[in-house]
């Protein structure tokens, strides 16, 4: 996510059009307006954005007719109703239900709005972890115009519906992954230009979404332990062929590569709030810090008075702070800065490449973005949380780096400044 996320908004009066985008002036979104559905899908055309807001009675088409054709185009979409009305029960369409973030009544509280919108924002970012495409285009690299002539008929004959292309070489294969979205690729183990493993490990280390079929001219069952040593899914021997054995190793191929990317998510993410769990930030702190020519910096946050949200409302209104700030962080945050949670109400954010000024600039949209209350249950709850921020030192590790913005947030926290305050720097500054 950039900057901040990017919300359509959709009415018909230019009154609630202008309200809509004022009271986001100073919260972490971007607002377009549209003031129908042509005008929507046209926006929706030209950019991607993360929440859309209609409202339920437009000109010519309805909300819920212009969300279903949104998400027919945008399908990670986050989306929310506005409406009058008390009586609507959207229960009976799946496409909504699982779409639907939650409905906002005319007139709205801020509130409620600011709310909406960072569980649409999350909706999005849930919806955006990265797996395989459906099996809808395959690749085949392979030399042997005979044995890729056999493997286009059997995709054909298996799977009549998918694009197939075969390419004779690695490289090519690589610029051509790079150009076009792939599901699968069925990569011979003997390329004029790769031998033996050296291509699977290239796509597997280029391409980490991409489901590998190796395609071996003959049964040898150390060389197919290699190849999935080496990142294949699957092995398939040319002496060995059949249109249902071919089919069936695909689709497995490709559901195995499902399951090694949400494992991969589950070991490297926070469960509840979807950030980068602390290994995950550890490792890209150490290389970033590894990287010459760069000097990263660290923000390390910690809630004010999280333990006071637990006993008072219970560990659930605890879970749903969590998940506001993080949804906050992400608005706040660039496209590769990499915010995390460390350990309980303990956040922290990676920023790759900075100094002192543009670190504290980071640090001014993070304290902004928090300033947006979370909606807990009926209640709005204000976030207060200490914060330091830190740029690493030459010759300083990881551990050092961590230690020295802990101590600021510390600072911070002890100092009895608000928290729309500037956060202390490492040197005790305010």
């Not at 549209?34 to 909300?63: F, H, I, W």
């Not at 999935?228 to 059949?242: F, K, M, R």
Request: charged share 25%; net charge negative.
């Amino acid at each position: 996510m950039g900057d901040a996320a990017s919300v359509l908004f959709v009415d018909d009066d230019p009154g609630l059009r202008r309200t809509f985008a004022r009271e986001l002036r100073d919260a972490p979104y971007l607002v377009d307006t549209a003031a129908n559905a042509r005008e929507a899908l046209g926006c929706l055309a030209k950019r991607p954005y993360q929440v859309l807001v209609s409202d339920l009675d437009l000109p010519q088409r309805t909300g819920v007719e212009l969300i279903v054709e949104a998400l027919g185009k945008q399908p990670e979409l986050g989306c929310i109703l506005v409406t009058g009305h008390t009586d609507i029960d959207l229960r009976e369409n799946a496409v909504m239900d699982r779409a639907l973030v939650g409905m906002l009544r005319k007139p709205w509280e801020r509130s409620a709005l600011l709310g909406l919108l960072a569980d649409a924002a999350e909706r999005h970012h849930r919806s955006s972890v990265p797996v395989p495409a459906a099996l809808d285009r395959v690749l085949v690299i392979e030399a042997d115009r005979a044995r890729c002539r056999l493997l286009d008929g059997l995709l054909a004959a298996s799977f009549p519906t998918i694009a197939s292309d075969c390419v004779p070489r690695l490289d090519a294969a690589i610029a051509r992954l790079h150009a076009e979205e792939h599901a699968l690729v069925l990569v011979d183990m003997s390329l004029p230009d790769a031998r033996g493993l050296d291509a699977i490990r290239r796509l597997r280390d280029e391409f980490p979404a991409l489901a590998i079929v190796a395609v071996s001219a003959v049964g040898d069952r150390a060389l197919s332990a290699q190849a999935l040593a080496a990142g294949a899914q699957d092995v398939i021997h040319g002496d060995a062929l059949t249109p249902t054995s071919f089919e069936r190793t695909l689709r497995f191929a490709l559901d195995r590569k499902i399951v090694e990317q949400r494992l991969s998510a589950m070991a490297t993410t926070d469960a509840l709030t979807g950030l980068a769990n602390r290994p995950t930030f550890e490792r890209a702190l150490r290389q970033a810090m590894a990287k010459p020519g760069t000097t990263p910096g660290v923000l390390f946050l910690d809630l004010d008075d999280f333990k006071g949200v637990n006993d008072r409302h219970g560990h659930a209104a605890g879970d749903q702070l969590l998940q506001h700030v993080a949804a906050m962080l992400r608005g706040a945050l660039r496209a590769d800065d990499l915010p995390a949670r460390l350990h309980g109400d303990e956040f922290a954010v990676l920023v790759q490449d900075t100094d002192e000024l543009a670190l504290a600039h980071v640090a001014e949209r993070v304290v902004r973005a928090l300033r947006v209350p979370a909606l807990i249950g009926p209640t709005r709850h204000e976030v207060r949380a200490s914060m330091g921020r830190v740029v690493a030192w030459a010759d300083e590790s990881p551990g050092e780096l961590l230690a020295r913005a802990d101590a600021a947030m510390y600072r911070h926290k002890r100092s009895g400044k608000p928290p729309s305050d500037p956060p202390f720097r490492a040197s005790g500054a305010g």
